[in-house]
C-alpha cells in the first residue's frame, strides 16, 4: 500500500539548486530571478507523480519572492506569456496564474496552448499575495501530459488536473502561499488489487483521509471533472 508522506524541504532555491529540481518554469517565464530561500512542507506521493510534483517546482512551492504585488508580475512576464487573475478554492483572495510562451524550447513547461481563437495553458505557476506587499510562488502544475488544460470548476474554484492515471484536485492553503491537494487517486493498483488507491478532504482545515476506491467510483470521478469544469483562458501579453 502506497502512503502519502509529508516532507520536509529546506533552501533549496538557490540558483545552483534550480538546475536541481529541474524548476525552469519561473526563469522560462520571468526576466530576472525572484526567489528566495525558505523551508516548506511539499505534499508528494510514493506512487505515481502527481500535476504538482511532476512540475518540478517542489522547492519552491510557497517560496517568497521579490515582487510586492501581482500586479509587479505581470508587469515582469515576457511577451507571449499568459496570466489571469482568479480565485482557487481555500483562499478568499484574488491569486495569479501565469503561463510560459508556447514558443518554450523546454517541452516540459510548454504553456501556452491556442484553440479557438483563445489561450489556455498546460502548465501554470500560480501566485498569492499574502500579505500586503509579500508574493509567494503557491506551486505549479503540470496540466499537459495528455493534452488536457488547467481548468477549474467554475461554481467551487477547485482545480482539476485528471491525466491517464490520476484523479486530482487541488485548493489552497488556508493562508494561499501553497497549493494542496484536495483529493487524489491513482489506478496502478488496480490490476493487483481491484481498487484505486488515492486520499481526500473536504476542506483546507482537514488532514487528508486514505481510501481505497472501485473502478466504478473512480470513472465517476473522472466524469465529474468533464461535466463541471471549464479551461481557464488567458490574456496574452
Not at 30 to 38: F, G
Not at 171 to 192: I, M, N, T
Amino acid at each position: 500500500m502506497k502512503r502519502k508522506e509529508l516532507k520536509p524541504i529546506a533552501g533549496l532555491l538557490t540558483a545552483g539548486m534550480l538546475a536541481v529540481t529541474g524548476f525552469v518554469g519561473l526563469p522560462a517565464v520571468l526576466s530576472i530571478p525572484s526567489l528566495e530561500s525558505v523551508d516548506v512542507v511539499m505534499e508528494e506521493n510514493e506512487g505515481r507523480p502527481s500535476a504538482l510534483s511532476d512540475s518540478g517546482n517542489k522547492g519552491e512551492v510557497g517560496a517568497v519572492t521579490k515582487f510586492k504585488s501581482l500586479d509587479e508580475v505581470v508587469n515582469s512576464l515576457e511577451k507571449g506569456a499568459g496570466y489571469k487573475y482568479m480565485k482557487i478554492a481555500g483562499y478568499n483572495k484574488d491569486v495569479l496564474a501565469v503561463t510560459p510562451t508556447d514558443e518554450d524550447d523546454q517541452d516540459d513547461v510548454a504553456g501556452i496552448f491556442f484553440r479557438d481563437g483563445k489561450a489556455y495553458a498546460r502548465y501554470v505557476i500560480i501566485y498569492s499575495e499574502v500579505k500586503p506587499g509579500k508574493v509567494v510562488c503557491a506551486g505549479a502544475l503540470k496540466t499537459g501530459g495528455t493534452g488536457q488544460v488547467f481548468r477549474i470548476d467554475p461554481k467551487t474554484g477547485v482545480i482539476y488536473t485528471t491525466s491517464h492515471h490520476t484523479f486530482e484536485t487541488y485548493f489552497l492553503s488556508p493562508d494561499g502561499s501553497e497549493l494542496w491537494h484536495k483529493d487524489f487517486y491513482e489506478d496502478d493498483d488496480l490490476e493487483k488489487y481491484g481498487t484505486c488507491w488515492g486520499y481526500e478532504r473536504a476542506t483546507n482545515k482537514e488532514e487528508p483521509v486514505e481510501r481505497d476506491i472501485t473502478l466504478e467510483e473512480y470513472r465517476s470521478l473522472i466524469d465529474k471533472d468533464n461535466a463541471v469544469t471549464q479551461g481557464v483562458v488567458f490574456t496574452v501579453k
